[in-house]
């Protein structure tokens, strides 16, 4: 059973240009979540999403990011006009529960490490 | 969202017993208490859970304190494959995501 897998591990944009990060979960797994780790600091929670439905968003700065999952392919989290404190690794989570119970466990990707130049 | 505390730092010698400590003083009588590890230049990975019995899986022990405001994570015999930072975190009823805190960054030495 293949783990969460993303791509590409390594995306270097210029200022201004768009991001697009892409998360494949584990087979059997419909719920998805998206979390930035700035350097030296700790996992941020961004989006939590179910095929076709965002779930929730509470972390999501409120302009130029956005992610879906389709009902076919992986789930994507998209920057617009990136700047330079864009910079991060964004990892990927996916589980196969519902994500509403306390002891659940997320199954983490390798991450993409986004650059701005 | 409950918080922990948890040292910055720890060192320990290969094939040593490390004990991890996490103090979540505000913790509730619905919380769980998970350890999550990230390895260098990995994504975290799952270690253990528990809500108040101690527990016990390949990778580690979790002993969890009888008023539940505090937890050690307990790994038996440190190999060097160990070394990353150790999250403990706090999972509320019916909550979707994970809280990370800074973690406590471990050191193996051969």
């Known amino acids: 059973n293949a783990g969460v897998m993303q791509n590409p591990r390594h995306l270097v944009r210029r200022r201004g240009q768009e991001a697009r990060l892409r998360c494949s979960p584990m087979?059997?797994?419909?719920?998805v979540y998206w979390y930035r780790q700035l350097p030296e600091e700790g996992l941020k929670f961004m989006v939590y999403l179910q095929k076709e439905n965002i779930i929730d968003e509470s972390g999501m700065p409120k302009e130029r990011f956005s992610a879906e999952f389709p009902k076919e392919g992986p789930s994507i989290l998209r920057i617009q006009q990136v700047v330079r404190g864009d910079s991060a690794a964004y990892f990927c989570?996916?589980?196969?529960?519902?994500?509403?119970?306390?002891?659940?466990?997320?199954?983490f990707g390798p991450g993409t490490r986004l650059t701005v130049l | 969202d409950a918080k922990t505390t948890q040292p910055n730092s720890m060192e320990s010698n290969e094939e040593e017993p490390v004990h991890l400590p996490c103090n979540h003083s505000?913790?509730?009588?619905?919380?769980?208490i998970h350890w999550y590890r990230q390895l260098p230049s990995q994504g975290p990975e799952y270690v253990i859970h528990g809500l108040t019995s101690n527990v016990n899986n390949r990778m580690a022990s979790l002993a969890i304190a009888e008023d539940r405001k505090s937890s050690t994570l307990i790994l038996h015999r440190a190999t060097l494959r160990d070394a990353a930072v150790y999250y403990c975190?706090?999972?509320?009823?019916?909550?979707?995501?994970?809280?990370f805190g800074t973690g406590t960054r471990l050191q193996v030495f051969p």
């Open positions: 975190i706090l999972r509320e009823g019916n909550t979707d995501k994970l809280i």
């Open positions: 989570a996916s589980s196969p529960t519902p994500g509403h119970t306390s002891t659940d466990t997320q199954y």
């Open positions: 087979k059997g797994h419909s719920h």
């Open positions: 505000t913790i509730s009588g619905t919380d769980y």
